[in-house]
């Protein structure tokens, strides 16, 4: 009896564990105060699909996008404030560094 109950529960966790990955077709709930804990030496990657223009995220509740456009580095106007511009393309260049944007 316990080898068929093992076998049973063998053959239901198979459906959704290959040996590479793991494969939901419900959504997945982390409980408060649940962490995400990824390793340290290889990276994680969040959002990569087989075909990457097809990758699509959202957070907290908004529009499923994929990755977006770049933003323009700031140019021109009637006052250059160099420390507002330097300050601007720190935030675009960490946003492509993220893969957020082009």
């Known amino acids: 009896m316990e080898e068929q109950i093992r076998q049973i529960v063998k053959e239901e966790l198979s459906k959704f564990i290959s040996i590479n990955n793991y494969t939901f077709d419900r959504d997945i709930i982390i409980l408060d105060g649940k962490r995400i804990r990824v390793g ?9 699909a087989l075909k990457l223009t097809e ?48």
């Open 40 to 48: 340290r030496t290889k990276g994680t990657e969040i959002g990569g």
């Open 55 to 102: 990758t699509q995220l959202a957070f907290f509740g908004g529009a499923l996008t994929g990755k977006l456009s770049t933003i323009a580095d700031p140019a021109g106007g009637a006052t250059i404030d160099s420390e507002a511009r330097a300050a601007i393309n720190t935030i675009i260049d960490r946003l492509q560094a993220l893969n957020l944007i082009a």
